[in-house]
């Protein structure tokens, strides 16, 4: 073998080289980034369109379905979602996973263009906008204090807004909880009436009274002059001076009919920090932006900003992603170096011989190293994925030089022979690790993204463990030979009661493999049906999901109330709500909750879920840190579940913050269809068979009954008498209530909208009474010439792949797995469906979908790769096949695991099915390498059995770490390592038997 010869022949050379790799692999350390996932790009872009007054049907038919029509087109196109509200419309398009967004973002703006023409009159122009589903909130801060909220709402929009903005990595700063700040000049409208005014007059009367012109410039001798003309008033008071008008030959000014006052128009969302009126301020990183560091950036802005607060303000920090990715990746880190730890003591357990212990338990870490350069390379950062890569790699690792040291230790005196000769086999073990793993670089699902970046890892990591084998190892077993023999008999009287463990354990194991090899058949049958038998009894107890559940300390409650309610009421209710929380304990009596945030009228909405209105709330609950407490997030869930059913008149939604963005259901059932009554019935049939389901909750739909809408038809007979046109009498109309903005008042540096507008007043009955101006100056009420009638609006239409539809919404419960609520919610249409009609999953239940789909391809891909690796190294068609028997076992293993646990079957559990497909065959080929020599399958079994015994407990304790590891993020951790120790556990035991047996069946060619 060229490596291993030429590191014993020339050490300094080898180890100047090792030297370098692992300086690159410390400078990759310094430049390395932190975040919770790999960043994965979903190409989303967006087409918005404002249609001023437009009901949801008008804008679905004469907006929504010329785009639709016309962006369908564009190449590369996998979902198009399209909602429809008063006045409103998106349309939402992903794309296939590598699609460039920018020229998918180019592409719909030419498609949209083309069709412009053919929009609506009234409707403003298409905005096309490129959405990033990694730009997610990294940071909630509140500002509260002695001030009203209008103040404290500019104060955030004018200093801290920008002060965080210009933060590295943050995308944007939004703000919920007030409005932007203007002058409101509130006309009396007895007042106004018995002047002989009308409300459109006063708004002629401020836009043209309230001006400033720059006039150009004028020349004096020498100097030049600006000459600007200022009829702007100094201060809101001073608009009272302009003068209206005399209808009744007295004057009448401004200040007679109008109050003035710095104020905001209607507003339209509340915000509460722990009881206390506040903004709320949520931050959004870049998709593509380092999520720790962003934070960083953000907490050094936040304490230079609450330095500048002026007095009676306060500015608090509520929650930020930096702390749970610093715990989260650092939690990964000490998984690897318990594991690193306890391989080493494995191995000196195994070898009782320290400087065999010692080259195999330096080679981890000089492996580990090595490996990190491919985070350079490839520009990864230390997150969730790579570090799962790393620490279940670490007991892998290390099994490349057990093998090498353990055939030095059995043959003595020539490092160099004992080396080569087991060269092969170490390669041919390597190498199964590192073809699994091309299939998972095809893998075009999100799911498959995320593991790109964990395979590369893998395979950085087996090569350079390969490497370390070669070079480091035979060259430490070579320079340590024949040195401190005199601790060796003190670590051999030490382990003297192992030991003697050991040799019973070896002589029962050639006792009872000796009566399989007797009946070989009859035990290969009783394996294969033991193994079935397994299968079929441990698969109701696996249930499968996306991701697990992420304990991050944060609980987000939707409230919905009925779509009539107002702002303020719908604000009571909420804050009632949250206080109740506020007195929660743990089951240890200690309080729960550290900060609890209500929004009202703004929630995080999915795609097909109303995130803006009145009627809406969301609390936002902040606990205490998992490890402080007992209880389990999906426990502490489940309690405020059970309190919510006792609040009539309220859907309430409770959810968990996902580890790949957001707080929406995991489970989105969309029925398609034409007819909304039909769509609306199968949507309640399929929502009421998941809320009599236990492995379903927080069920909820978009099946709504209509918010109450006053519309007003015209007259247009009056109108035409009168000589008015109906847009006229609309205009006055929205200046009565929602105001009109004939100028703006500037005051220093800033300048503020002029809304006016009819002094606020409550009850419906006032609409027929609005006086507006007719012709000789005479104003008639709007009774006279118009039908005012209370009528029911759909809250909104939602499309998808250019049909209507209606979304199921659900939680998976606790305990059950999200595959498991997917399949109800199947059923529950499977004979319902008219001819016409279909159902598609959506968000979180897509992607599952979609991943499960891929895995099964790929591992059978890799199980094919891995099949043809070995069939070219042995060069044998037969005994790759009998190598690849131990695969089955690897995932009842895995199935055993997860039942016994209580777990779910993650995707994370699944890409440690697909790895282990490469790891467990290595005691085979051990095992083959050996019968292939010597041409006995017993003494074969029986030379090889301490390397596989050590090798499985290297591997095995090596991923106990992330199997039994606790504290922040350890749920992802636990999905991959769990299901790799019972793999590796189960495939081991039995391979021990049941590949000689197969052996025994065929004669070895011995190797030439």
């Known amino acids: 073998m060229i490596l291993s010869d030429t590191a014993i022949k020339k050490p300094i050379l080898t180890l100047v080289g090792l030297i370098v790799l692992m300086m690159f692999g410390f400078l990759a350390v310094r430049t390395m980034g932190i975040d919770t996932l790999p960043n994965v790009t979903i190409p989303y872009v967006t087409v918005k369109v404002t249609y001023p007054?437009?009901?949801?049907?008008?804008?679905?038919?004469?907006?929504?379905?010329?785009?639709?029509?016309?962006v369908v087109q564009v190449d590369g196109l996998k979902h198009m979602t399209a909602t429809c509200a008063n006045n409103f419309c998106q349309v939402l398009l992903e794309f296939e996973l590598g699609r460039d967004q920018n020229v998918a973002a180019s592409d719909v703006r030419e498609k949209v263009s083309a069709i412009e023409g053919d929009?609506?009159?009234?409707?403003?122009?298409?905005?096309?906008?490129?959405?990033?589903?990694?730009?997610?909130?990294?940071?909630?801060?509140?500002?509260?204090?002695?001030?009203?909220?209008?103040?404290?709402?500019?104060?955030?929009?004018?200093?801290?807004?920008?002060?965080?903005?210009?933060?590295s990595g943050v995308a944007s700063v939004d703000l919920v909880g007030g409005e932007e700040r203007e002058v409101v000049v509130s006309v009396d409208r007895e007042k106004l009436s018995a002047a002989g005014l009308t409300l459109a007059e006063v708004v002629n009367k401020v836009g043209k009274g309230n001006v400033k012109v720059p006039s150009g410039q004028i020349?004096?001798?020498?100097?030049?002059?600006?000459?600007?003309?200022?009829?702007?008033?100094?201060?809101?008071?001073?608009?009272?001076?302009?003068?209206?008008?005399?209808?009744?030959?007295?004057?009448?000014?401004?200040?007679?009919?109008?109050?003035?006052?710095?104020?905001?128009?209607?507003?339209?969302?509340?915000?509460?920090?722990?009881?206390?009126?506040?903004?709320?301020?949520?931050?959004?990183?870049?998709?593509?932006?380092?999520?720790?560091?962003?934070?960083?950036?953000?907490?050094?802005?936040?304490?230079?900003?609450?330095?500048?607060?002026?007095?009676?303000?306060?500015?608090?920090?509520?929650?930020?992603?930096?702390?749970?990715?610093?715990?989260?990746?650092?939690?990964?880190?000490s998984s690897i170096w318990q594991g690193v730890l306890l391989t080493g003591l494995v191995l000196l357990l195994f070898l009782s011989d320290w400087r065999t212990a010692l080259t195999a338990f330096v080679s981890i870490p000089i492996t580990i190293v090595i490996s990190l350069i491919a985070f350079t390379l490839y520009g990864y950062t230390a997150n969730v994925i790579t570090m799962n890569a790393i620490g279940i790699s670490?007991?892998?690792?290390?099994?490349?030089?057990?093998?090498?040291?353990?055939?030095?230790?059995?043959?003595?005196?020539?490092?160099?022979?004992?080396?080569?000769?087991?060269?092969?086999?170490?390669?041919?073990?390597?190498?199964?690790?590192?073809?699994?793993?091309?299939?998972?670089?095809?893998?075009?699902?999100?799911?498959?993204?995320?593991?790109?970046?964990?395979?590369?890892?893998?395979?950085?990591?087996?090569?350079?463990?390969?490497?370390?084998?070669?070079?480091?190892?035979?060259?430490?077993?070579?320079?340590?030979?024949?040195?401190?023999?005199?601790?060796n008999r003190l670590l051999a009287r030490l382990f003297a009661p192992w030991n003697a463990f050991y040799e019973r354990l070896?002589?029962?194991?050639?006792?009872?493999?000796?009566?399989?090899?007797?009946?070989?058949?009859?035990?290969?049958?009783?394996?294969?049906?033991?193994?079935?038998?397994?299968?079929?009894?441990?698969?109701?107890?696996?249930?499968?999901?996306?991701?697990?559940?992420?304990?991050?300390?944060?609980?987000?409650?939707?409230?919905?109330?009925?779509?009539?309610?107002?702002?303020?009421?719908?604000?009571?209710?909420?804050?009632?709500?949250?206080?109740?929380?506020?007195?929660?304990?743990?089951?240890?009596?200690?309080?729960?909750?550290?900060?609890?945030?209500?929004?009202?009228?703004?929630?995080?909405?999915?795609?097909?879920?109303?995130?803006?209105g009145s009627y809406l709330a969301e609390i936002d609950l902040v606990l205490t840190d998992m490890t402080r407490r007992p209880d389990t997030i999906d426990a502490i869930a489940s309690r405020i579940r059970t309190h919510l059913l006792s609040e009539p008149d309220v859907i309430a939604t409770v959810m968990v913050p996902s580890v790949v963005g957001g707080s929406s259901q995991t489970l989105q059932l969309k029925i398609l269809g034409e007819d909304m009554d039909t769509l609306n019935t199968l949507g309640l049939a399929a929502a009421q068979?998941?809320?009599?389901?236990?492995?379903?909750?927080?069920?909820?739909?978009?099946?709504?009954?209509?918010?109450?809408?006053?519309?007003?038809?015209?007259?247009?007979?009056?109108?035409?008498?009168?000589?008015?046109?109906?847009?006229?009498?609309?205009?006055?109309?929205?200046?009565?209530?929602?105001?009109?903005?004939?100028?703006?008042f500037t005051q220093g540096e800033r300048s503020y909208d002029i809304r006016v507008r009819y002094a606020q007043k409550d009850g419906v009955g006032q609409i027929d009474e609005l006086n507006f101006p007719g012709p000789g100056g005479r104003p008639f009420v709007l009774g006279a010439v118009a039908d005012v009638k209370e009528t029911i609006q759909p809250v909104q239409i939602v499309r998808s792949e250019k049909r209507r539809s209606t979304i199921v919404y659900a939680n998976n419960a606790p305990g059950h797995g999200l595959g498991e609520t997917m399949a109800v919610a199947t059923s529950a249409l499977a004979d319902k469906l008219p001819r016409g009609y279909a159902t598609l999953f959506g968000g979180m239940s897509e992607y599952m979908q979609e991943a499960l789909d891929e895995f099964g391809l790929v591992t059978a891909i890799a199980i094919a790769l891995t099949y043809l690796l070995l069939a070219a190294i042995l060069e044998s068609w037969v005994l790759p096949f009998v190598i690849l028997f131990t695969v089955p076992f690897s995932y009842l293993g895995i199935f055993a695991a997860i039942a016994?646990?209580?777990?779910?079957l993650s995707i994370f559990g699944l890409l440690a099915g697909i790895m282990l497909v490469g790891v467990v065959v290595n005691a085979a080929i051990l095992l083959i390498d050996a019968w292939q020599r010597t041409g006995d399958v017993l003494q074969s079994a029986k030379m090889k059995?301490?390397?596989?015994?050590?090798?499985?407990?290297?591997?095995?304790?090596?991923?106990?770490?992330?199997?039994?590891?606790?504290?922040?993020?350890?749920?992802?951790?636990?999905?991959?390592?769990?299901?790799?120790?019972?793999?590796?556990?189960?495939?081991?035991?039995?391979?021990?038997?049941?590949?000689?047996?197969?052996?025994?069946?065929?004669?070895?060619?011995?190797?030439?």
Not at 594 to 611: A, D, F, K, M, P
Not at 713 to 738: E, K, M, Y
Request: glycine content about 8%; charged content about 20%.
């Open 945 to 1008: 059995f301490r390397p596989i015994l050590m090798s499985c407990a290297a591997a095995l304790f090596g991923m106990l770490p992330m199997a039994l590891g606790t504290g922040l993020g350890c749920e992802l951790r636990q999905s991959m390592g769990i299901g790799s120790v019972g793999g590796i556990l189960v495939s081991s035991l039995v391979s021990l038997y049941f590949i000689p047996a197969l052996c025994a069946l065929k004669k070895s060619p011995a190797r030439r």
């Open 689 to 744: 068979k998941l809320k009599a389901d236990p492995s379903a909750t927080d069920v909820s739909h978009n099946v709504r009954p209509g918010r109450p809408e006053i519309r007003i038809h015209p007259n247009r007979a009056v109108l035409n008498d009168l000589g008015l046109t109906p847009d006229i009498l609309g205009l006055n109309l929205r200046a009565a209530f929602a105001g009109l903005t004939p100028a703006t």
């Open 119 to 167: 929009l609506p009159d009234g409707a403003d122009k298409p905005q096309i906008l490129k959405y990033d589903m990694n730009a997610i909130p990294v940071v909630t801060v509140v500002l509260t204090g002695n001030y009203g909220v209008d103040e404290l709402y500019d104060y955030a929009d004018q200093n801290l807004s920008d002060r965080f903005s210009a933060v």
């Open 219 to 333: 020349s004096d001798h020498t100097r030049e002059f600006s000459i600007a003309y200022d009829a702007e008033a100094a201060t809101p008071d001073r608009l009272g001076e302009i003068e209206l008008g005399s209808p009744r030959g007295n004057r009448v000014y401004l200040r007679d009919v109008a109050t003035f006052s710095f104020g905001t128009q209607r507003p339209e969302s509340y915000a509460f920090s722990d009881g206390k009126p506040a903004i709320v301020v949520k931050i959004t990183k870049r998709g593509e932006a380092n999520a720790a560091k962003t934070v960083e950036g953000i907490r050094a802005a936040f304490d230079l900003a609450r330095q500048n607060l002026p007095g009676g303000m306060r500015l608090g920090w509520i929650r930020d992603e930096g702390a749970y990715v610093h715990e989260t990746v650092a939690g990964g880190v």
């Open 394 to 487: 670490v007991g892998i690792l290390v099994a490349n030089s057990i093998v090498v040291l353990e055939n030095i230790v059995a043959k003595p005196g020539n490092v160099m022979k004992a080396t080569d000769e087991i060269a092969l086999a170490v390669a041919a073990s390597a190498l199964t690790n590192v073809v699994v793993f091309l299939p998972i670089a095809t893998m075009k699902t999100m799911a498959g993204r995320f593991f790109v970046p964990f395979a590369i890892v893998v395979t950085a990591s087996t090569f350079a463990s390969l490497l370390v084998s070669f070079t480091l190892t035979p060259l430490m077993a070579q320079a340590l030979d024949g040195r401190g023999a005199g601790f």
């Open 53 to 70: 007054g437009a009901s949801p049907e008008e804008i679905e038919t004469s907006v929504v379905k010329p785009i639709e029509d016309a």
């Open 506 to 612: 070896a002589r029962g194991y050639a006792a009872s493999l000796g009566a399989v090899l007797r009946r070989p058949k009859l035990w290969l049958a009783l394996f294969s049906v033991l193994t079935l038998a397994g299968f079929a009894l441990l698969s109701p107890y696996v249930k499968s999901d996306f991701v697990p559940t992420m304990d991050r300390g944060e609980l987000s409650i939707t409230l919905e109330f009925p779509a009539d309610t107002n702002l303020d009421h719908a604000s009571r209710r909420a804050q009632a709500i949250a206080a109740e929380f506020e007195k929660m304990t743990d089951s240890a009596g200690k309080p729960l909750v550290v900060h609890r945030v209500v929004t009202v009228g703004r929630t995080q909405g999915t795609l097909g879920q109303v995130s803006r």
């Open 900 to 904: 016994v646990t209580g777990t779910t």
